[in-house]
């Protein structure tokens, strides 16, 4: 336009110059377009490397374009996926390389290479669970292995040891249970086989055995004690040192000597007896007389003292079932002291008695579990009464005390506390309001006014009230106030004694009795009538 309004040089000049800016900027975009298509290219057909360099030199080239720079950001994220794809590749391979040698080798149950191999794979592969899991499984198949090797050799001692020693039948139970172990193990077979005929070879010993041993009982029991030695000596010839068989050979020889030795006997038999009647063994010197009788049959002086030992036996079981009897009798009325005397007294005519010993120590038992409880009780009660008593809880601490001299009543500690506590009210009494027998009705009240203490006596102060009632649903009231008013009171919820009784009321908490000018306490029953033997003030410490 300038130059159509004047033909000057410098527009011409400078339309000149846009015209080759513009060809060589129209040049620069073919060769920008030229090289992003070969890379384009060269990334379709999955050339990375090569695309990664012509991407690089299009960025150089135009450092102003993104779009090289955002390719080449592509390109070296599908270079480092390809990388970690064929690095994972690398793994699986060495993984299977490891793996797959040792499940062969599990599989065909060479279990020491298979162990080795599963471990190499899970020290290498830490984050795969399989060849753990197989390395505990081998392992736990060579553990299971290895005790049954040890069970079987275990049973296999005590089978040999066992069979050594002759006892067959515990051996073969262990070589049967060896066997179940190992099956293919072809000792316990034989030494089952061996035990199996000997049993055999013993039963047939053992049955022409049994049949001179029965024939020798037989004739032992007929007394024929010579044709009895002679059978018996026939089973010992086949079982040397059986113990029955031995004790009757030697047993019918005594017997032997024993008849030819009767008379001599039967005097000593009636000795030894009258030794023990005079010693009131009575049981004992029966077994003697009837030992003569054995020697002497139908003897008059052996019969008359037999009987005479068993009347004396007769009375002292009368007189210890009486005494027994008498005992449970007060053992089940839970009279246990009455039930220990005659226990006692029934051991005293039969020492050697269980039944006697044992109900003496059980009754002696029960009443000491009695005294540890009564004791266990008292001790509570007055632990809790003097932590009253310590607290100034007079009243409840006289209950408890009074409580703990009930439980126990040889303890001289309560009554000597209740008796302390009553000579501290005296000592610290401020008002003596009531001295004198006064009845209060059921459902009625009576008011007893006093002069109000002065304020420096009104702290830690005690109302004492002393009275005397039927204890069925009896409850006391005690309130307290000035004039017309009432600023407090207390409540007793039911009398515990129809004896006279003292009831103690700390007033330390309540705050009207000290900041207020009391001049009266009433009294107001619910239930029975009541008798009031004393009320005043008292001072703690």
């Not at 830690?460 to 009632?469: A, D, Q, R």
Request: aromatic residues 8%.
């Amino acid at each position: 336009e300038a130059l159509e309004i004047m033909e000057k040089d410098y527009p011409q000049e400078q339309i000149n110059a846009i015209d080759r800016r513009m060809q060589s900027m129209e040049e620069l975009t073919a060769k920008y377009k030229q090289m992003i298509t070969e890379a384009d290219e060269a990334l379709d057909n999955d050339l990375l490397s090569e695309a990664k360099n012509l991407y690089q030199d299009a960025a150089n080239a135009f450092s102003d374009s993104t779009y090289p720079k955002e390719q080449i950001t592509k390109v070296e994220e599908l270079i480092a996926k390809r990388q970690a794809q064929k690095e994972r590749q690398q793994l699986i391979a060495e993984y299977q390389s490891l793996i797959q040698p040792a499940d062969s080798a599990f599989e065909a149950d060479n279990l020491s290479m298979a162990k080795s191999l599963y471990a190499d794979a899970a020290d290498n592969f830490s984050d795969s669970t399989y060849p753990k899991e197989q390395l505990e499984k081998v392992e736990s198949i060579i553990a299971q292995r290895e005790a049954e090797k040890v069970r079987y050799e275990e049973l296999i001692t005590k089978a040999d040891a066992s069979f050594n020693t002759e006892d067959f039948k515990e051996a073969l139970s262990f070589y049967q249970d060896a066997e179940e172990v190992f099956p293919d193990n072809l000792y316990p077979k034989k030494q089952i086989s061996a035990i199996n005929d000997t049993l055999a070879a013993i039963e047939s010993r053992e049955l022409a055995y049994k049949k001179a041993i029965n024939q020798g009982d037989s004739l032992y029991d007929r007394k024929e004690y010579q044709d009895a030695i002679k059978a018996y000596q026939r089973g010992l010839d086949i079982f040397p040192g059986r113990e029955h068989p031995t004790e009757r050979v030697n047993k019918s020889m005594d017997l032997l000597a024993a008849i030819r030795e009767k008379e001599k006997m039967y005097s000593q038999a009636i000795a030894t007896a009258d030794s023990l009647f005079e010693a009131k063994a009575y049981e004992q010197s029966i077994v003697s007389y009837e030992d003569a009788l054995q020697h002497k049959p139908k003897n008059p002086y052996a019969l008359q003292q037999t009987q005479a030992a068993q009347d004396s036996i007769d009375k002292r079981e009368a007189d210890f079932n009486y005494a027994m009897a008498q005992g449970n009798s007060a053992f089940e009325q839970e009279n246990y002291k009455k039930a220990l005397a005659n226990f006692q007294k029934a051991k005293s005519l039969k020492p050697e008695n269980e039944k006697a010993r044992e109900r003496v120590n059980e009754t002696s038992k029960i009443l000491e579990q009695i005294r540890q409880q009564m004791l266990e009780k008292y001790n509570a009660v007055i632990a809790e009464a003097d932590r009253l008593y310590k607290n100034k809880a007079l009243s409840r601490a006289t209950d408890k005390y009074e409580e703990a001299a009930q439980i126990n009543p040889e303890e001289e500690y309560p009554d000597q506390m209740i008796a302390k506590i009553k000579e501290y009210l005296e000592e610290h009494s401020l008002r003596e309001i009531v001295n004198q027998r006064v009845t209060v009705a059921g459902q009625s009240e009576k008011k007893f006014e006093f002069e109000p203490l002065a304020y420096r006596d009104r702290t830690n102060n005690f109302i004492v009230l002393t009275t005397k009632g039927e204890k069925r649903n009896t409850k006391i009231f005690l309130n307290y106030g000035i004039g017309e008013d009432k600023q407090g009171g207390v409540v007793i919820p039911s009398i515990t004694t129809e004896n006279e009784r003292q009831y103690i009321f700390n007033l330390s908490d309540h705050r009207r009795w000290k900041e207020n000018d009391i001049n009266w306490i009433s009294v107001y029953v619910q239930g029975s009538d009541i008798e009031i033997t004393g009320l005043g003030v008292s001072k703690g410490d």
